[in-house]
């Protein structure tokens, strides 16, 4: 009997250390589980498409501090080109190939990472008189000595022709509070993009926000064309509803999170690019990690400029259809006299 007892006092006594070194295990599992977000961070920000030539970056992305001023590549043979410095990261991609229905395409995939406070400035022809002078994209990029520099949202061509002008807030002011009460199904659409000081930005419909609210917000820039390609990652409704699937030169303007931004300039309209709808570009916005994301003004208007110099090359194919522009949305400044990039 008194061995019959041990032994089941034993028994009892293993269950309950084998039920502890579960709950242990089980503890500990939770723990890593819980922490491993974290390790996963460490590995920084991962570029798109490898630099060439880079030299090693920090966890974020950029130059360390105690390095090297900056980083230039400026490959127009091989459609690369780069800057890179100790708070800004800008790649540009060029790719050529055959898309949806047979179209032949050319388009620039621009990726942008930068230090918090470091921002898309919109920067007008004639900032005393919106609207009232055009220039040639290059010599306006140049004037100002913009590393990146693209066309923007078409606002100040609309206070030209005496068009409604969207909602427009740069720098914090408001330029302009005048929408439409619901989407166009011509363009501009008319939805709203704003940029906030944490460096997110997010897209509205047309008619769902207005200026004030976004500055009660906290919006310290937007910009007013569309249709929206991207809201919390989700393709716009207008967008698959087929309703701007002709083909066109594009250039789109994205957010992957905030601080990183992804631009696609589309070639169209002459031989060697066909252009493109806008499903394609959306799709491809959301396949490189974009989560909000408008479609800024098309056409010839188109202008991707880097250190000056364009590098979308269908004004070489189409001249006498160039546009001139009245403003661009650029980033970032360079003594662009100290350069010798050639022609």
């Known amino acids: 009997m008194m061995e019959r007892m041990k032994t089941n006092m034993i028994k009892r006594i293993v269950s309950l250390l084998l039920a502890m070194l579960l709950l242990c295990g089980c503890a500990l599992a939770e723990t890593v589980t819980e922490t491993a977000p974290a390790e996963t961070s460490e590995a920084g920000f991962q570029p798109m498409y490898e630099v060439p030539g880079a030299p090693e970056l920090t966890a974020d992305g950029f130059l360390p501090e105690d390095g090297e001023d900056y980083y230039l590549v400026f490959d127009d043979e091989n459609g690369e080109w780069a800057y890179i410095d100790d708070e800004m990261f800008i790649h540009i991609k060029r790719f050529n ?76 002011v408001v330029l302009a509070d005048k929408g439409l009460k619901q989407p166009h199904w011509t363009l501009p659409t008319y939805d709203v993009m704003a940029y906030f000081p944490d460096g997110t930005m997010k897209t509205y419909l047309a008619g769902t926000i207005d200026a004030q609210t976004l500055i009660n917000q906290g919006a310290v820039d937007s910009w007013t064309f569309g ?60 396949d490189r990690g974009c989560v909000e994301a408008l479609n800024l003004d098309g056409g010839n208007s188109i202008k991707l400029c880097f250190m000056g110099k364009i590098l979308n090359s269908q004004r070489h194919y189409n001249e006498k259809n ?17 350069l010798n990039l050639g022609e």
């Open 227 to 286: 249709p929206v390609l991207l809201s919390e990652g989700e393709i716009g409704q207008q967008v698959l509803d087929k309703q701007f699937e002709y083909i066109n030169p594009r250039m789109t303007l994205g957010m992957i999170e905030p601080n990183h931004f992804f631009i696609m300039t589309v070639e169209g309209r002459h031989s060697k690019s066909d252009g493109v709808g806008l499903i394609w570009v959306a799709e491809q916005m959301r």
């Open 322 to 338: 160039d546009r001139t522009v009245t403003s661009l949305l650029t980033l970032g400044t360079f003594p662009l006299d100290t």
């Open 97 to 172: 190939g055959v898309v949806e229905r047979d179209r032949t395409l050319i388009w620039y995939e621009t990726e942008v990472k930068v230090k918090p406070g470091i921002k898309f400035t919109t920067q007008h022809a004639n900032p005393e008189a919106i609207g009232r002078r055009f220039m040639w994209a290059q010599d306006l990029a140049t004037q100002l000595n913009s590393i990146l520099a693209i066309s923007d949202d078409f606002y100040g061509f609309r206070v030209y022709q005496k068009r409604t002008p969207g909602i427009i807030i740069q720098d914090g």
